[in-house]
């Protein structure tokens, strides 16, 4: 019922505005590159910096195991000042809430840190950080997830981003992402094509020494002016069936 009702405010305060960052659901996990928006600090805390306003982004995915994951992030924004960034988790009985602040650290790059709170299958407290870099024609990404967990009573190990996103085919972007945790690496490529009105994504993460973790492929488009978008894929090593629908969008700055 909680997360009814979350939803049903975020997408009322969006309602109001057309302006917001896609959420990609169909490029799965490639995104400390590209990751933007109050959802970023899931995979590259510095993608949370952004205009000035108050952005919302929502993101479901239902599977045929008990894997269906639940993502809610919201972020305010003013001139001159960090992002504030809160944003939730949640994945069966594992849960985990963040609080991060993102800022332009200089020229084309922004800098995120900030504390997370593991509340589900396993509890305790750790710190993220990342840096992102956005070029005209590339973008490269690395963060660090969950440090000093075991230093708060936690047992999440320490996951290690990094990836890169090329944009140099007009109205196409093209990634790459790889993903360390403890004896675990996720390698991932991906893309998006602008097609008239809609925005074509896939993606493919890999386990080089267990198969495939996750494929999918996404669609984007504006309804009522509120981006939506949706995909569907399988993942895990019995490649379980899923279906992602997110919402996304912004309320400009008043102050």
Known sequence: ?????????????LGLTGYAVPIDPGMGSDRTALASGPLAPLWNP????????????FLATLTSSDESTILIGVS??????????????????????????AFPAF???TAGLGVAYAFGAQTGISFHTGVLY???????????MHIGSGLFGGGLPIELRAGAALYAIPGATLTANVS?????IILTIGGEARIWVLDLRWGLSIIPTGGIERLGMGLGFDLFSIPID???????????PYASLGISADIPAWW
């Open 46 to 57: 510095a993608g949370a910096a952004d205009s000035p306003g108050v952005h919302g982004a």
């Open 107 to 109: 020229a084309g790059t």
């Open 134 to 144: 956005r070029g005209a024609t590339w973008a490269f990404g690395g963060s660090v």
């Open 180 to 184: 360390l945790s403890e004896d675990t």
């Open 1 to 13: 019922m909680r997360q009814a009702l979350a939803l049903i405010v975020i997408v009322v305060l």
């Open 230 to 240: 949706i995909s569907v894929g399988v993942n895990g090593e019995s490649l379980n």
């Open 76 to 101: 305010i924004a003013a001139d001159n000042s960090p992002t504030v960034c809160w944003s939730m988790y949640k994945q069966g009985n594992n849960k985990e809430t963040w609080g991060t602040f």
